[in-house]
């Protein structure tokens, strides 16, 4: 742990306050500025050691506390942070809570002890201890760099939170990992775990077991099961598993969902500078997990039936899981690009989403963007600042009726940024990987064939809710009908059984709520997506008091 403050009175103080309690497992290194603690981080860092908690003390001459723990994130990411602050500077203490991250802030004094530091440590180090940087030495990728299973198990773990370290399986390392495992090239990727287990071409399941996340439920009967672990599904399990509910919460890729995927949210509230969806969701998980919410990863809810006062959802490989009531939270996702060669490119150079893995591989190249929503306009302002160059392509005539002004404001002013409206891709080229794309115009009129090894997809985004045929009212595209959208002309919907109308959120199905995207006519935005999460758990206690 380093503890950096000006003051000496203050900086022996701390020190002795966390050596009381900390000393006999942490290392207590103390500054007396920012850099000081910088150049006391640099040697730890080359002696291999690692940072569990910095604390630092807002006011400091040359570097204040936020300045140096940005320079200090550089060197470890993984580290909680915490800024001491007098009464005075709280306002600089939040604002610090955007910029850097800050975990909390220490309000000066903190006598006692017992009361206002060691708890805020004690959920530092815990917090540390289950993100922990120990895994980024020890999660080892093996793969190629054009290969789709390779990046799916890289956009997997990124997606998850989970560190890992890549290798090529040309690379020297890469090939003594192969031989390490006793596997060929042709096993890839091959993921090596913390403790050394090799899994030759793995599923997201089995690297999810071996990786630690959860992907079995604990009970056999719920209060509630959330399907979806964008910001609706865990806006409920933070709200649901609050309020006493058993909660669990069921994802089958990664959590987070779209939001997790955004380079930067600028429009969320309480976030004045933006925040990473990655950052998010970890904020999310983390908060869901303090409130004892279960969050299984990889598994996919294929079903949902009604027996008597259960709900029960089905997984895809045919197990079940019963609750008083769910949570449809499931979104939407992209439409694929109906085009010659992009089915054999993807995930070689063609990317449904914003792959943030691919931005290193980026540099220097010409990428290409489709879609003309806000969620394409934030990936070329991402991927320009890697790319030599990005294309985005847009179906419609003007960006306006689509985007957002302040995006189409950012992507006027970047110079290596160039919009084509009325244009479409008719053609993805490349073997082993993406190299060129055909454009052309709104009359199919063939424009330009142009070099690409990056083409990013972000059209037609579709809520993929088949598996509630004929269980669930939905709307012609998929959309989950809900509360007032039910009644027609008045009437409740078909075979509804009880004397109320549908709660706001409930669907044609009493017990069973829809929130965020996935809902009909629901506003597609992060806030919403996390309100909606929260108002379907107090419709649930409702609807809960009244069976
Ligand atoms: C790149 C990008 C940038 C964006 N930027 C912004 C922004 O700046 N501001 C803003 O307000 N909004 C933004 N949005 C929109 C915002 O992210 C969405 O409105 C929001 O994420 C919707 O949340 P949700 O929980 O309803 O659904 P989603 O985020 O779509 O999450 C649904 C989750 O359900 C899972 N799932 C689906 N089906 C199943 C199943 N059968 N079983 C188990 N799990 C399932 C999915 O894997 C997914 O994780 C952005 C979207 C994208 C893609």
């Not at 019963?322 to 089915?343: D, F, K």
Request: glycine residues 10%.
């Amino acid at each position: 742990m380093l503890t950096v403050d000006d003051d000496p009175a203050v900086s022996r103080a701390v020190a002795r306050d966390l050596r009381r309690r900390y000393g006999q497992d942490y290392q207590i290194v103390r500054a007396s500025s920012g850099t000081e603690a910088l150049d006391a981080l640099r040697e730890i860092k080359l002696r291999g050691g690692r940072v569990a908690v910095l604390l630092a003390d807002y006011r400091m001459p040359q570097m204040n506390g936020i300045e140096f723990l940005e320079q200090g994130m550089d060197l470890f990411p993984h580290a909680r942070r915490a800024l001491l602050t007098a009464y005075a500077d709280t306002d600089a203490a939040i604002q610090a809570i955007n910029l850097v991250d800050v975990d909390h802030y220490l309000l000066k004094p903190w006598d006692p002890p017992e009361e206002k530091l060691y708890p805020v440590v004690d959920e530092l180090l815990a917090a540390w201890r289950s993100a922990g940087e120990r895994e980024v030495e020890d999660v080892k990728v093996v793969g190629h760099r054009w290969s789709a299973p390779s990046y799916k198990i890289r956009d997997f773990l990124a997606r998850n939170l989970v560190p890992y370290r890549w290798f090529g399986a040309d690379e020297p390392e890469g090939r003594r990992l192969l031989e390490a495992a006793g596997v060929g090239p042709e096993s890839i990727p091959l993921v090596v775990t913390a403790d050394g287990q090799p899994l030759a071409a793995p599923t997201a399941a089995e690297v999810a077991a071996a990786v630690g996340l959860s992907t079995a439920p604990v009970r056999d009967f719920y209060d509630l099961i959330i399907v979806g672990g964008g910001p609706a599904g865990l806006g409920a399990a933070v709200y649901g598993a609050s309020e006493g509910l058993h909660t669990v919460l069921v994802e089958r890729r990664a959590i987070g969902g779209q939001a997790g995927q955004s380079s930067r949210i600028e429009n969320y509230l309480g976030f004045p500078d933006g925040v990473s969806g990655a950052q998010l969701t970890e904020r999310a998980r983390r908060q869901a997990g303090k409130f004892d919410a279960e969050v299984l990863t990889t598994r996919d809810v294929v079903g949902l039936s009604v027996r008597g006062g259960a709900r029960v959802v089905r997984f895809g490989d045919g197990t079940e899981l019963s609750a008083h009531a769910v949570i449809i939270a499931t979104g939407v996702s992209y439409r694929p690009l109906v085009a010659p060669g992009v089915t054999e490119l993807t995930g070689r150079g063609v990317y449904y989403g914003s792959a943030a893995t691919e931005a290193m591989a980026c540099a220097g190249t010409d990428v290409f963007i489709v879609g003309g929503a806000n969620s394409a306009g934030q990936a070329a302002l991402f991927f320009c600042r890697y790319a030599r160059s990005v294309t985005l392509v847009v179906r419609g005539d003007s960006l306006e009726r689509s985007m957002s002004y302040y995006l189409i404001q950012q992507i006027a002013s970047v110079d290596n940024i160039q919009v084509r409206t009325g244009t479409e891709v008719i053609e993805a080229h490349g073997d082993e990987h993406l190299e060129a794309v055909s454009l052309c115009d709104s009359k199919r009129t063939a424009l330009a064939t142009l070099p690409a090894e990056h083409m990013f997809v972000f059209i037609g985004a579709e809520p993929h809710t088949e598996w509630l045929d004929s269980v669930v009212a939905r709307d012609p595209r998929g959309f989950v009908y809900t509360g007032p959208d039910l009644l027609s002309g008045g009437q409740r919907p078909a075979g509804w059984d009880r004397d109320r109308d549908p709660y706001y959120l409930e669907s044609s199905v009493p017990g069973v709520f829809a929130a965020g995207d996935v809902r009909a006519n629901s506003v597609k935005r992060v806030a919403s997506a996390v309100g909606e999460g929260a108002m379907a758990v107090t419709l649930i206690h409702r609807y809960l008091e009244a069976q």
